[in-house]
């Protein structure tokens, strides 16, 4: 059967559908939009960094469950099991700079636990993995032909390694032991929901702008990265879900942008006079990042359609729609 009447046969029938780090903002996105096709949700997470209230949509829905539990200690999920996708980490710099044990432990014993859970049920597997794994990148843009370039001993390592280990151990489970997976390499991505001031660049000059407070740029703002808004990256994240393919695969959204050039559009869009301050760069920042999505777009036939200037915007009213109802 081709893949595409596999994933026709599959969307014919609801999926019973595990996603950990569910409660996160990536996850959270995830486990709507499967509710929301029709599919059963189980979402476990530690709430180490996720959140109940991303998961407010969904608290109550006969298609989802909630489940806490640290999936690098175990995944004791119950019942039939069509899918499970690996989304839990922290994912911000500073939080996984806080907790360098544990990010290398969901890497890898939380990998494990999922790929056996999969293999239990016959089940496919999705591995959330990263741009990070291209490291601080000498090709430009990254393909994933391009293997990388991370200094392993580094403070990011717990990180990228972490990511490049888990992409490591699919692909053994996936060759000898004939499991179905997918991996995605997920480029940054933003949109309503980010932690205000997590660390991540959205999120601090998001928080700032809307307080009056200074744009925090790190070095002098000219170091690049590539922005997907969350609803493009979910539906890339849903496409290979249904492609039956393995990959890996580059999602995210090729438009490119320095640092400082993001600073002042976050100015502008929310027309806020907050100085921009500048700050040490973090050890092992990457200069650039941009992704060559050619492959997704070929095999999965997907493609980003939310622009920076539009994405931001949703995310800065969402920003300021919390905001107000948290005062
Ligand atoms: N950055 C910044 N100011 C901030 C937070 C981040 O200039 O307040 C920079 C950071 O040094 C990096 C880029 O923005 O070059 C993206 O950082 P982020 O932590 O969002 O993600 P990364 O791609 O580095 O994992």
Redo the contacts with the bound molecule.
Sequence with gaps: MTGAADAAEQRARSLRVVVTGGAGFLGSHLCEALVARGDRVVCVDDLSTGRRENLQSLEGSPSFEFLEADVSRGLPVEGPVDAVLHFASAA??PAYLARPLETLAVGSDGTRHCLELAARHGARFIMASTS?VYGDPDEHPQSEEYWGRVNPVGPRSVYDEAKRFSEALTMAWARSRGADVGIARIF?TYGPRLQPGD????S??VAQALAGRPL????D?S?T?SFCFVSDQVRGQLRLLDSGLTGPFNIGNPGEVT?LEMAELVLELTGTTSPIEF?P??AD??RR?CPDITKANRELGWAPEVGLREGLQATILAALRSGAEGS
């Design positions: 911000s710099p990070e940054n660390g991540r660049v959205v601090n000059f925090t740029v790190y070095g703002g170091q990265r640092m700050r760069l973090p920042d990457p990042r």
